[in-house]
């Protein structure tokens, strides 16, 4: 029994995995989360991991999976540099500093050392990184350099006038001195600058583009904004008070989960930094739990009889009336986003409860999945759309979306 007992082990692991990760979702999920640390720029990789500089210039970086920042520090022969802005694309961080000509890189997952690396024309103020290009602005100028980098790279310098806030896969975003609103052009500046409609009346200060192709977060004084690719409108996001320091880095956005990072002038419980999980998008909370749900169901295959598993088959009818009573007063909510939330939790809470159980687990679980997954769809309903859309029209939705998922349960139930 040595074996199974491991297996059944491993398999808690996995659902209890799952059980986090759908908490701290949907806790989050359209609010901005206070986590650890204290920084004036930060900067989010595609391949999840969060670089950033303090006060002090001193560099630190953390993972999607481990939040505990980590210092990196400069060689000694760089030493008394010290950091002014940070951009990271798939493979590399890249470093500027307020008093060198330096570009610093090393591997974004903080592993060996800085490499052997070049320097602006001028001294810069900002960078940002874009599929193909590492763009540097200050000085009146803005230079590009192809990457990869190495220390035979060169910039070409661009005389332009504009103060560069962020850039995308192809493009990059600045404002012009002494004018209202947001320009963007081609990573090559070949093309002219165009305005992006949006924010033509509004004074941007910080600006998250790594997820140009579907969204773009923006912040003035006051407020923080969010719009789609085109941008021909914006849209003001809860701010809960905040507002983002106001220069460039202040913003960052992880392209792959839009998960959207802020560092502010005001410290909250743990500090500066926050982070927000944009409800627009639930897509990467369920490839995740799908992707455990196989490794989980490959895993109680492999227990088999090993456990009792058809011992414990009638644990598969889940008590559905206690299930009808968890739908029905979700669908008693009457616009209180609150109610929704609550039965969230009495259900996710049911699930851990259930997680002992060791035959019949599978198909119990699937069963609750189900309806907590309907359940949150419903809270990211009232997210996205509850302050656009009639009480009417957002109960009939939450309706049509709970009773599809108390259906789905019913008929995984007596399977």
């Known amino acids: 029994m040595g074996e199974p007992r491991a297996l059944l082990q491993t398999f808690t692991r996995a659902t209890e995995n799952v059980l986090g990760y759908l908490s701290e979702q949907i806790v989050s999920i359209g609010k901005w989360m206070n986590v650890s640390g204290n920084l004036v720029k930060i900067s989010v990789s595609p391949s999840g991991y969060t670089w950033g500089y303090s006060a002090d210039g001193r560099m630190y970086y953390n993972t999607a999976t481990d939040k505990t920042w980590k210092h990196t520090p400069l060689p000694k022969e760089w030493s008394g540099a010290l950091a002014s802005d940070v951009a990271t694309d ?51 100028s803005i230079a590009i350099a192809e990457k990869p980098l190495t220390t035979m790279t060169t910039f070409t310098v661009k005389e332009n006038r504009h ?31 165009k305005e992006v409609p949006g924010f033509k009346d509004k004074s941007i200060s910080a600006l998250a583009a790594e997820a140009d192709n579907s969204m773009l977060y923006a912040a003035d004084a006051n407020t923080i904004y969010k719009c789609d690719s085109e941008c021909s409108t914006v849209e003001k996001v809860r701010s809960q008070g905040l507002v983002p320091i106001q220069s460039k880095g202040a913003l960052s956005v992880d392209p792959t989960t839009k998960s959207v990072w802020m560092v502010t002038g005001s410290r909250g419980a743990k500090g500066n930094i926050y982070e927000r999980v944009d409800g627009s998008d639930p897509e990467q909370i369920f490839d995740h739990v799908e992707k455990v749900d196989v490794n989980r169901d490959r895993i109680f295959n492999t227990l088999g009889q090993d456990v009792g598993v058809e011992q414990d088959k009638l644990e598969r009818i889940l008590e559905v009336e206690e299930a009808r009573s968890a739908v029905q007063k979700a669908l008693d909510v009457s616009g209180q986003k609150k109610n929704v939330d609550e039965e969230v939790s009495i259900l996710r809470r ?27 769809l419903v809270v990211l309903l009232y997210f996205t759309v509850g302050f656009f859309v009639p009480t009417t029209v957002l109960m009939g939705l939450a309706i049509l979306v709970l009773g599809a998922g108390f259906s789905t349960a019913i008929f995984y139930g007596n399977r």
């Open 90 to 140: 798939d493979n590399f961080v890249y470093f500027i500093f307020t008093n060198s000509r330096l570009v610093a890189f090393r591997a974004v997952d903080g592993s060996g050392d800085f490499l052997p690396s070049t320097t602006t024309p001028f001294l810069a103020t900002s960078i940002v990184s874009t599929n193909n290009q590492l763009i540097a602005g200050g000085d009146g």
């Open 163 to 193: 103060n560069i806030l962020g850039a995308g896969k192809n493009t990059i975003y600045g404002t012009k001195p002494g004018k209202l609103g947001l320009e963007r052009t081609d990573d090559t500046l070949q093309g002219s600058w």
């Open 350 to 376: 049911r699930i851990e409860a259930e997680s002992g159980a060791s035959g019949g687990y599978s198909s119990k679980m699937k069963v609750l999945y189900i309806l907590l997954l309907s359940l949150l």
